[in-house]
């Protein structure tokens, strides 16, 4: 697209710092010298600013172009590139200087024309920039410059250009018709086209395999711009390079990378278009994309964070860059594979987890039924027998006293069945909707101290904070399970023969909205292994005479009543202490 040829449209030029310019493109390059070869880089920039009126994106374009040309065409070994700038009779000179192959005589002129490019050598397969150093000479002299060459086979080149100083003043805005479209994104276009030069086939489908290291895909269509970002980044990557963006998605598919670096302007379908196509396949569609534009509009930004599009790179860009950008997208992959192997083991356990869950609670049931009807079976087979035996000795004895001994022996085997099939029936069938009215803890208390004032003998209940306490429950409900806390506790004295047995009862208020009801006792304490199933049914102590549902049926009820009911301390020796949580009245 010829300067010519586009005569519609202007391109704003202000006083722009040459020097500045050229600073910022030898250091973008400057990690292509030394790194993989031992050409050197000699930049000489005045310290001082060099004033000229212009586009500072298009000079940057020519000086990047220019040197990166003089790269291409010099040896790997020996290379050597001069870059000076300075002023002379008003004008700015920059010259960019190689000891590479030269240019014959004859194609000075056709090196400056479009689509046209001079092979230095009978073995180059090398191509420039894309740039083209025709749209060097149609930006230099946009700017009333000149370009010029001076370069024999085998001796070098050296490439001058000089540009009119600018006036020292401030209001240097000033346009120009140069064309209908801005020359920056003219050069993205001719960035990527082929010259009459190409490289062989073979060559141009090259791929910089290394197995073990994190696969790359490339898609970039530009040979020369592919050859080198394969170069930069070879050393810490498996890399694939692919040209075509009409079939890059489905190869991708097919290699799953770490990460594609993804080509704005592709022939057929271009890099947004390949974008979609990864995001809209769920195998790859996670896979992080960093997109190469020299486009750097905001509306492509938009639609590239639309289409999620993780990474922007802008052309030129220096290697460092490039390495850096990839680096943190790799190690994002990186985390991401790790963390969805991980989510895949986990939910491989838990399936796992699930089917053994499965299995243990069936087998517990059948455990759990077994040993219920072992120890219902026991529980009232023992005192049914107790009973029988007691029944036949009043029937069968004269004596009155041993009559009477008897038929008290018959009665506490037939209270002690009739107790047990209470518990089984409140455990089957519990309540569903208790009535909750305000109930007074102090009354609650005393009754389920009364139930037990047989057995309380010697020991000692205290109380505390009890008074003008009313918690919303059920309470009948509340006595039963004040009454089964204490039962146990009294339990455990009669088996263990305890001394100065003492059961403690504290109310606390918790921010006026609940009531912590504490029972205490200081007895031997509950074993460490038992804690974990002590509210499950069928779980009773191995010095327990009861079927283990007591505590079962206490928390069913609580927790029906809006409350919470825990085991807050249990040592060794030092007792037991449950602590029951419930709404305040």
Known sequence: MALENTDQATVNYTRIDLAAILNICTDQLAPLF??????????????YSVWVKGNESQLERVCFNLIQNAYKFTDPENGQIDVELWIENDCATLTVQDNGVGIDAEHHEIIFQRYRQVDGS??????GTGIGLALVKEIVE?????????????????FTLRFPLAQNQ????DTKETGQYDIRRDAESDYLLNFDVRPDPESSNKTYRSEGKPLLVLVEDEYDIATMMLDALQADYDLVWLKDGDSAAQEIASLRPYAVLLDHMLPGKDGLDVARDIKRNPDISTTPILLVTANARDTLKQDSLDLGIDEFIAKPFSWVELRARVKNLVGRADLERVL????????????????SEAQLIQSEKWRSLSNFSGTLIHEIGNPLNVALSALRIAVNHKNPDIRAEALEDTQISLERISDLIVDLKD???????????????EQVVDRAEALHRARLGNVTIDQKGLSDVFIIGNKNALIQ???????????VFERNDSPNCRISIIATSISGSFYHLRISDNGPGIAESLIPTLFNPFHPGPDSSGIGIGLSICKKMVEQMGGQIRLCES???????FEITLPSA
Request: aromatic share 2%; glycine share 8%.
């Open 34 to 47: 030394g790194s993989h070869n031992k050409r050197v880089l000699n930049a000489v920039v005045p310290p």
């Open 122 to 127: 009978t073995t180059r397969q090398a191509q």
């Open 142 to 158: 946009a700017h009333s410059g000149t370009v010029s060459v001076e370069s024999q086979p085998g001796l070098g080149s050296t």
């Open 170 to 173: 401030t209001d240097v805005a």
């Open 340 to 355: 969805s192997e991980r989510n895949d083991e986990l939910q491989t356990a838990m399936d796992d987890l699930s089917r």
């Open 427 to 441: 455990f089957l069938t519990p309540e569903n909707t208790p009535v909750m009215e305000p109930v007074s803890l």
């Open 481 to 491: 399970i004040v009454s089964n806390l204490i039962g146990n506790s009294l339990d």
């Open 571 to 577: 040592a060794s020796g030092k007792g037991a202490s």
